[in-house]
């Protein structure tokens, strides 16, 4: 994917998530993209795109009606999330039952 594509693909993802139509910046936003594909692949984009709409509870980004400017702005708060959450899962899938359950009963006593 180019910046273009990625343009397009954030202002799918926001109506996806508001309902309504986004209203581009070609020039702006492009060159936006543009600059982030010199640090991050398309595919990082992308999840980050994702992440920053449906995932991210920051006040700043909701209130700020999560434009490309807050996404730029907000990509090192994105990234920490997104590993935070990913280190979440992996030790899900470490924990087997009984240690669930005990984690649960302890929990209980407190």
Not at 1 to 30: H, V
Not at 79 to 93: D, G, L, N, S, V
Request: hydrophobic share 40%; proline share 2%; glycine share 4%.
């Amino acid at each position: 994917m180019n910046a273009l594509d990625l343009t397009k693909l954030f202002a799918c993802t926001w109506k996806e998530r508001y309902g309504k139509p986004y209203t581009i910046n070609f020039g702006r936003d492009s060159s936006m993209f543009k600059t982030l594909l010199t640090d991050f692949t398309d595919l990082d984009i992308q999840d980050m795109i994702k992440f920053y709409l449906f995932e991210l509870q920051s006040t700043f980004a909701i209130e700020g009606g999560h434009t490309t400017a807050i996404f730029k702005y907000c990509i090192p708060q994105i990234i920490a999330e997104m590993q935070r959450y990913k280190k979440i899962e992996e030790a899900a899938k470490n924990v087997d039952k009984t240690d669930f359950q005990r984690l649960q009963e302890a929990r209980k006593k407190l």
